[in-house]
């Protein structure tokens, strides 16, 4: 097995075991097929530029490395739910009697908006 296929099945291990670890079943077949398919991006560079293997290589495993210690964003997954949590947010100030727009708010300091 290559270099760069151990690291496939090393990002492809790490998404699935976070997945059942948090959520307890399987990861959606999306998650696992842009794992997959960054690898094949990295697989593409690496056999299109022969010189850029090894780099292509040390890179895929360091997006596992990072991926196990969590360093990277959480991804397409992270961004779904930061934009759930940012529109209930949104929601719940507008039905919540939140600070309205004035003219006098304009500019003002959330204690000065309150007041």
Known sequence: MGGLAGA???????VAWREVHQ?????VPGALLGVTGLFAGLALIAEIWAPSRPAV???????DVA????????????QIQAAQSAEAA?????????IQASPQNIGASPAQQGA
């Open 90 to 98: 949104a929601s719940g100030t507008a039905a919540g009697g939140g």
């Open 67 to 78: 991926g196990f210690l969590n360093v990277l964003p959480a991804g397409l997954f992270g």
């Open 23 to 27: 959520s307890g079943h399987m990861p």
């Open 8 to 14: 496939w099945l090393a990002g492809v291990s790490i």
């Open 57 to 63: 290589t040390l890179l895929g495993w360091g997006l």
